[in-house]
């Protein structure tokens, strides 16, 4: 199995809250990404990292930021959390721009806003 | 722009039974075209991939023909098993330059003994 450890694992916090969400890997792989997962929806991608320090945004990125200082940890931030970001998050990793589609998940972090 | 469409679940079968679960597409150019499977309390795994047309994709069983025709990618499965319950999603990706996965909304399965 692939290293990538997500924490916390479940989390219930108030609306308006900062929230932050980490994922960390032992594959030293360069793409790192942030979906959500929601009924009807599937999975949909928050943000994703090419690189150290090189964030890039995808289809639902509002209300959300993501910093990558290091090539193992890849953060997920909600600033002012809302109930609409009540939500399963799962990180995935990536070896190379030829490996594309060949995500490795991490178990996800539950996260319930009130 | 791009999109999966599955069919709608829960699909519910008896062990044994013969399982298809259906995938088209909408695509420009050739993508390539995934099926990730997810267990309960876990994150997805990737379950098969094809990357041209007519190109099959098999493993654990499972197995997907990519159909350019169809612009279709459906999984099947001759024997299913109660450990196949999941659910399982149909994704694409387009092979130009850095291109995001684009998931469909997944299809749960149900396997009774």
């Known amino acids: 199995d692939a290293g990538i450890t997500q924490s916390p694992r479940h989390k219930v916090t108030e609306t308006g809250t900062p929230v932050t969400l980490r994922c960390h890997q032992t594959e030293n792989h360069r793409y790192m990404y942030w979906y959500r997962q929601d009924p009807g929806h599937g999975l949909r991608l928050i943000h994703y990292s090419y690189g150290v320090k090189d964030t890039d945004k995808g289809e639902v990125s509002d209300g959300y930021s993501v910093s990558r200082s290091k090539t193992e940890d890849f953060l997920l931030t909600l600033e002012s959390a809302t109930s609409s970001q009540t939500s399963v998050y799962f990180c995935?990793?990536?070896?190379?721009?030829?490996?594309?589609?060949?995500?490795?998940f991490g178990e996800g972090s539950r996260l319930t806003v009130l | 722009g791009n999109s999966v469409t599955q069919m709608e679940g829960p699909v519910t079968l008896s062990e044994e039974a013969f399982l298809t679960i259906n995938c088209t597409y909408t695509?420009?150019?050739?993508?390539?075209l995934f099926w990730y499977v997810q267990y309960p309390g876990e994150g997805l795994q990737l379950l098969l991939k094809?990357?041209?047309?007519?190109d099959k994709g098999s493993n654990k069983g499972f197995e997907a023909t990519y159909r350019k025709e169809t612009t279709s990618f459906h999984l099947e499965k001759g024997s299913v098993q109660v450990s196949d319950s999941a659910v399982y999603f149909c994704a694409l990706r387009r092979n130009t330059g850095f291109q995001k996965l684009v998931f469909g909304t997944g299809t749960r399965l149900l396997v009774s003994p």
């Open positions: 995935a990793i990536s070896e190379s721009e030829a490996a594309f589609g060949e995500l490795f």
């Open positions: 094809a990357t041209k047309a007519d």
């Open positions: 695509a420009t150019g050739y993508p390539s």
